[in-house]
């Protein structure tokens, strides 16, 4: 070859490509060809700033159970009964995290076959074929499946405040894993796990639906089988630690930008759209329940910016990745109004006890929420494009799926505590409800007098 004697042979990545760079003597570069990247490099390998973000919002979104919600709700009902929801909390995330291992995560993610539309597949049992190097997409399938099992995690754990203050925690062990695999586990399939709501085009970025809507009918239903706790509407039942409720709702907007931007799967900028319109619609949910608080009642309360904040992130939650700040900021606003008339009807109206407003704010906030997806998703109004389908076709869709979940939450939640009610019973005697289930239920107080 005379002059041109190869000294070295390097392989360059860009992009989707490979660059095949041949050092020649006398500095000479030829570049000899652009070839793809062979199969170890490109999708099936492991995208370290993708896992590390997953990684990170797995965390995020236990830490929203694991303290967040425990101390939100646990702040929110009354001395006696603050260790109980603690419990009820901390419990839920162990018996979900076993479920999801024995087959739960399997039927909802796995291949379903001929069966795909309605259930996933049983090949992913107690994951026989995980390994570290198996992926989902270019992030581990152990991360994948972690992720997925925190948001598992949270929604029976929502549900809590529906029946606060009243449930045996026996009942409420059973209630949970039963609705766990009955309910949550088909929903999150057909919409997550490729089945017949997710072929039909409906848009649920991290769980409007999936989550919220489901949560908040089953603590709906709950409400209505257990009955009003003993006093309720006629006595007053404020918190009984409001910083501990501040703090717990400081943690749940915190853990939210994992819940909504770790749902995008990546690090990169509809992950960071995500957050974005995340942190804008709490923070105008927040402002406008205060607002309205402020008008009707003459004072701002802490209670109400906080329920605000958590009705914004609830709304925002299926839309997160499909829309704009601008879609982000109206979005949270009429969250804050929804869903503070949502609340004041349900208690003073219907006068259901539904404790911590589970139904108003997640039920109603997250079916306004994947409804506006389908509006503000569109191009013209700011968003990441509807990929061809028409702003009502997509609305259309997205009331579907609303109704499918809300109906079958519904029927099976119904089904499940009337099942659990004839086995074991559901609900404290009425003499243990006036002592409180911290002592009756697990003999011990969150606080000691002195």
């Known amino acids: 070859m005379g002059d041109f004697v190869v000294l070295a042979v390097r392989i360059y990545r860009v992009e989707q490509c490979s660059i095949l760079v041949f050092i020649m003597k006398k500095n000479l570069i030829i570049i000899l060809g652009m070839l793809l990247l062979p199969a170890w490099a490109s999708a099936e390998e492991i995208n370290q700033a993708n896992t590390a973000w997953v990684l990170t919002s797995t965390a995020l979104v236990l830490f929203m159970t694991l303290p967040g919600l425990s101390l939100f709700y646990a702040g929110l009902v009354r ?12 419990a839920i995330t162990c018996l979900v995290s076993i479920l999801w291992l024995a087959g739960v995560y399997s039927f909802v993610f796995a291949d379903g076959g001929d069966w795909q539309k309605l259930i996933g597949g049983a090949s992913k049992i107690f994951l026989p074929d995980m390994g570290t190097q198996t992926l989902i997409g270019d992030i581990p399938e152990t991360v994948f499946f972690m992720f997925q099992m925190t948001f598992a995690i949270i929604t029976p754990a929502l549900i809590v405040g529906g029946f606060a203050e009243r449930m045996k925690f026996s009942a409420m062990l059973w209630f949970s894993g039963l609705w766990l695999i009955v309910v949550y586990m088909p929903i999150c399939h057909w919409i997550w796990g490729n089945g017949w709501l997710a072929q039909l085009g409906v848009k649920d970025f991290a769980g409007g639906i999936v989550i919220h809507v489901n949560a908040g009918v089953a603590a709906l239903v709950a409400a209505l089988v257990l009955g009003s706790r003993r006093g309720f509407p006629a006595t007053q039942m404020p918190p009984h630690n409001m910083t501990m409720v501040v703090t717990g709702a400081g943690m749940l907007w915190f853990g939210w930008f994992g819940f909504n931007g770790g749902s995008a799967l990546k690090a990169d900028g509809s992950a960071g759209m995500a957050i974005a319109v995340t942190h804008l619609a709490a923070a105008a949910g927040s402002l406008t329940w205060m607002a309205i ?21 609830g709304t925002i939650t299926p839309a997160s990745g499909f829309v704009g700040p601008a879609g982000g900021l109206i979005i949270g606003i009429i969250a804050g109004g929804v869903c503070f008339v949502a609340t004041q009807y349900v208690k003073r109206v219907l006068k259901i006890d539904d404790s911590l407003d589970v139904f108003p704010v997640h039920g109603v906030g997250g079916t306004v929420g994947s409804i506006l997806t389908g509006v503000f998703a569109s191009e013209s109004l700011g968003g990441m494009g509807l990929n061809g389908v028409s702003m009502s076709g997509q609305v259309g869709v997205q009331i579907l799926a609303v109704a499918v979940t809300a109906a079958w939450s519904a029927l099976f939640s119904y089904a499940i505590l009337k099942v659990v009610e004839k086995i074991i019973g559901l609900r404290v005697t009425a003499d243990e409800e006036v ?5 009756v239920l697990h003999e011990e107080t969150g606080y000691h007098k002195l």
């Open 79 to 90: 001395s006696k009964n603050v260790l109980s929801v603690m419990m009820q909390c901390f």
């Open 435 to 439: 002592e409180g289930l911290d002592i």
């Open 293 to 313: 608080e402020w008008k009707r009642f003459g004072k701002p309360s802490v209670l109400g910016i906080v329920t605000g904040m958590v009705a914004g992130l």
